[in-house]
């Protein structure tokens, strides 16, 4: 996967994202304090929100481009997009959330996550037929990110999966999503404020600060262990790494 983001601005009223960067890897975390635009570089990328100004490009298909005023749709670009909320039909059971996903797997690769190989993965088989108000917060985190699955997409983007979890389920599902990251050919941008989150899945860490990128690099480079606890290394003025 590269995914190429050039000279991409986002305004919301006296805030701006203002972000430059090449990813690559099966699993780039984006780190930062609250506010510092994580969630709308998310939804940017997802299509639903528009550039004021850049150009996104996954895989050599231009997603974006202000330029020549070209903004795919979110259904033409084929990325699965799990918010904070979840967005899942409270009135549908945990299957025909799964379902649902079908509409959108138009053009699906041969590759594509299969509905079996999802529910098995993710072991969704016991609560197909319980209504998503009868599910955990664990197990709504798994049939929302088994749907994104089953919508075929080319990139996956996770918006704090685990902020509001407890501890324990917070394992539980991290080991999900290592299973994901393991199992599926889909590459994934994952949003979240905890250093342990990053520590468990990235490939790279980006830090945004104030809709800045200010830091990135690999895990070894960008935390540091504290006593029973992960943080963020914080690096010098000027050392961040270069965007490719």
């Known amino acids: 996967m590269k995914l190429e983001i050039e000279h991409l601005r986002v305004t919301l009223g006296r805030f701006t994202l203002a972000v430059e960067a090449t990813l690559s890897q099966p699993v780039t975390v984006v780190c930062g304090p609250s506010g510092a635009g994580k969630t709308t570089l998310l939804e940017t990328l997802a299509g639903l929100r528009r550039a004021d100004e850049g150009r996104i490009r996954l895989d050599g298909e231009w997603l974006a481009d202000t330029s020549r005023r070209l903004h795919l749709p979110p259904p033409r670009r084929h990325v ?30 041969a590759s594509a996550p299969g509905e079996d190989e999802v529910i098995s993965v993710l072991e969704l088989a016991d609560m197909l037929k319980r209504p998503v108000a009868n599910l955990s917060g664990g197990e709504r985190q798994r049939v929302a990110l088994g749907r994104a699955l089953l919508s075929a997409p080319r990139l996956l983007l996770l918006d ?20 994901v990251r393991d199992h599926f050919a889909v590459p ?5 404020h905890d250093a342990r989150d990053a520590a468990a899945l990235a490939g790279e860490i980006l830090r945004l600060e104030v809709g800045r990128v200010v830091d990135r690099g690999g895990p070894q480079e960008m935390l540091e262990p504290d006593p029973g606890a992960v943080r963020l290394r914080r690096r010098p003025p000027g050392a961040l790494a270069p965007a490719e």
């Open 80 to 109: 699965g997009y799990v918010p904070q909320d979840l967005a899942l039909f409270p009135n549908l059971d945990a299957g025909a959330n799964l379902r649902f996903a079908r509409r959108r797997r138009d053009g699906a690769s």
């Open 188 to 192: 994934i941008v994952y949003v979240t």
């Open 160 to 179: 704090e999966p685990l902020a509001a979890l407890d501890p324990e389920l917070r394992e539980r599902l991290l080991d999900y999503l290592r299973r």
